[in-house]
């Protein structure tokens, strides 16, 4: 495992609690209204705390899923696993430690299941051909073959999520693969990889559970992602898959010449959707 990977592996796991791609033009487009996601930071706890299961975006901790993204699914009595555990394997299994997601009765692959604060929390890539809509979604959690938790969710074409961890900070690295964090921030005019899930159609056509492609072609977006930093327009250019990872999306920006110092508010937006706020430390 390169050094990326296993850093992103950590972080990823950190930022927890503790088929075929389809073209958009075949699925009718549904979004989360912006002035909704404008106001929503990062959640640092769980969505929910009763026993009901619930599925968010993994990243923002919304409700709703995205095809192609990862989400979270929230729940008590859902899986017997004590602690964590990862799958670690190209291609993600669709099913790790006897558990099981649908999706519309599609199996999901499983990025990992952990057990802490009284509630299971299963994590899982959406499977491209999700339908999307209001109520478009039918999750199904199965542990050893008896279903435990079965509801309905809105499943969204694209619905950013910025992956955070400490409070809110965004998950940020440098060029040398390093995190940006309060005792390694950026500077001006640096260009830095944001992690993000749930950018939404992309240029290619994959497989659910495999990694997308770490040579040309990558997979881009079809919509572009913009990111504003402090409410500025950054400089984007790449937006796509983390090359090598599962439902991991990634862009590429520069910090603009003339920001300020200190934490300040970062956001991604496309032209339908707007994600969670997060925080980027700036000397």
């Given at each position: ?155 969204y074409t694209e619905d950013p999520g910025v992956f955070t ?119």
């Amino acid at each position: 495992m390169t050094l990326r990977s296993a850093m992103l592996v950590a972080i990823l796991s950190a930022a927890t609690l503790y088929g075929f791609a389809e073209n958009s033009s075949q699925k009718t487009p549904y979004y989360r209204p912006k002035v909704a996601q404008q106001k929503q930071r990062s959640l640092q706890a769980s969505p929910r705390a009763s026993s009901g299961a619930v599925v968010v975006n993994a990243a923002s901790y919304l409700p709703g899923i995205t095809p192609g993204g990862l989400a979270t699914i929230f729940g008590q009595n859902l899986t017997t696993v004590s602690g964590v555990v990862f799958a670690g394997t190209d291609p993600l299994p669709l099913t790790l430690s006897g558990v099981s997601v649908l999706v519309n009765g599609e199996a999901a692959p499983i990025y990992g299941i952990a057990y802490a604060g009284g509630q299971a929390q299963i994590r899982f890539q959406v499977p491209y051909d999700t339908a999307t809509g209001l109520a478009a979604a039918e999750i199904e959690v199965v542990d050893f073959q008896v279903q435990v938790a079965d509801f309905i969710t809105d499943s969204y074409t694209e619905d950013p999520g910025v992956f955070t961890y400490d409070s809110g900070l965004a998950i940020a690295t440098h060029g040398d693969y390093s995190l940006v964090d309060t005792n390694n921030p950026t500077f001006r005019g640096e260009y830095l990889t944001l992690y993000t899930t749930g950018l939404g159609p992309l240029d290619l056509t994959l497989t659910d559970g495999y990694g997308a492609p770490d040579v040309e072609p990558f997979a881009r977006t079809i919509d572009p992602s913009q990111v504003l930093l402090d409410g500025e327009q950054c400089l984007v250019i790449f937006s796509g898959l983390a090359p090598g990872f599962v439902g991991l999306y990634q862009v590429d920006f520069q910090v603009p010449e003339d920001a300020a110092a200190g934490n300040l508010d970062l956001q991604i937006q496309t032209p339908y959707a707007s994600s969670n706020i997060a925080s980027l430390p700036v000397e």
